[in-house]
């Protein structure tokens, strides 16, 4: 099926979801997504890895927020990136399936009990009973469930990432524009220190959220590899996708038109820091995610 001159543009065609972040669990946004075979945060785990590591100035751990965190997903894969049974596979478990939302939550509080190695992840999202869950499950040290495109951050969001030093995000953008960011960076207290990793669907244009960040003197590269996110849902997803990168002059060939959604990374950085171009800084990373 081809895109035609009227279709709908920039995502409007994208399959509602809405219902599986409001469950108390995460068990049937896995069931859902993983029809899709719904794969990003397994390909970006290498990217955000090798950042965490480039990214560390005197050693620490690092404080992480996570913009459209879920139910803690990209939580999940950092705390647990070798796990023989990845996360689809162990809340599709037939014993999972007879728990309660508080007893699943307690059996994933144990499963990344001394997993987070001094890790710090914050997590922001609009769904209260996603964040409520990481929160439970241990796999945000905090999180907050608030709607940044339509009003400030509360004073316990504002005081719980001042000190933020890495903002990461799967598919987020889209969801939330340069007015999320925008309420984010004014609170924090060194946003000119920032790095960022940002997914981002080809349907959408990252360039506002990345003038932004130069405006706080920090830079943003394209690592120019693309990672699948997920497949199409129907055809009407399908036909507005090629609208969409079509019309902002990406060529969907391999990608989009082989049925899947295509996101770009982008790695933001302090300008002092950026000497080496972002795609051969991580270059192994990007191996492995491939």
């Known amino acids: 099926m081809s895109d035609t001159p009227d279709a709908p543009l920039t995502g409007t065609t994208k399959a509602n979801f809405t219902d599986i972040y409001t469950q108390p669990d995460p068990r049937r946004y896995y069931k859902v997504l993983s029809r899709l075979d719904y794969q990003i945060p397994r390909r970006a785990l290498p990217v955000f890895r090798e950042v965490l590591e480039v990214s560390r100035r005197d050693g620490r751990s690092r404080t992480v927020l996570d913009v459209c965190c879920s139910y803690g997903v990209n939580s999940a894969h950092l705390f647990a990136p070798d796990d023989r049974q990845p996360a689809a596979a162990w809340y599709a478990d037939r014993e999972k399936g007879r728990l309660s939302p508080e007893e699943l939550a307690e059996a994933d509080r144990h499963r990344y009990a001394g997993r987070h190695g001094g890790l710090t992840v914050l997590g922001l999202d609009a769904s209260a009973p996603a964040i409520g869950y990481a929160r439970r499950a ?41 007015r999320t960011f925008e309420r984010l960076l004014r609170v924090m207290r060194a946003p000119e220190n920032l790095w960022l990793a940002i997914f981002v669907l080809r349907v959408f244009d990252y360039s506002p959220i990345a003038d932004l960040l130069a405006s706080y003197g920090l830079v943003t590269e394209n690592l120019g590899t693309t990672f699948r996110q997920r497949r199409f849902a129907n055809d009407a997803e399908r036909a507005a996708a090629l609208h969409d990168v079509r019309r902002r002059g990406l060529d969907p060939a391999g990608k989009e038109a082989s049925g899947w959604f295509h996101t770009d990374c982008f790695l933001t950085r302090p300008a002092a820091e950026a000497e080496v171009p972002a795609a051969d800084l991580l270059a192994p990373a990007l191996r492995e995610a491939a």
């Open 138 to 178: 241990g796999l945000l040290t905090w999180g907050w469930a608030e709607d940044l495109e339509s009003g400030d951050p509360s004073p316990e969001l504002a005081a719980g990432i001042a000190d933020t030093e890495l903002i990461i995000s799967t598919g987020g953008v889209g969801y939330v524009t340069r």
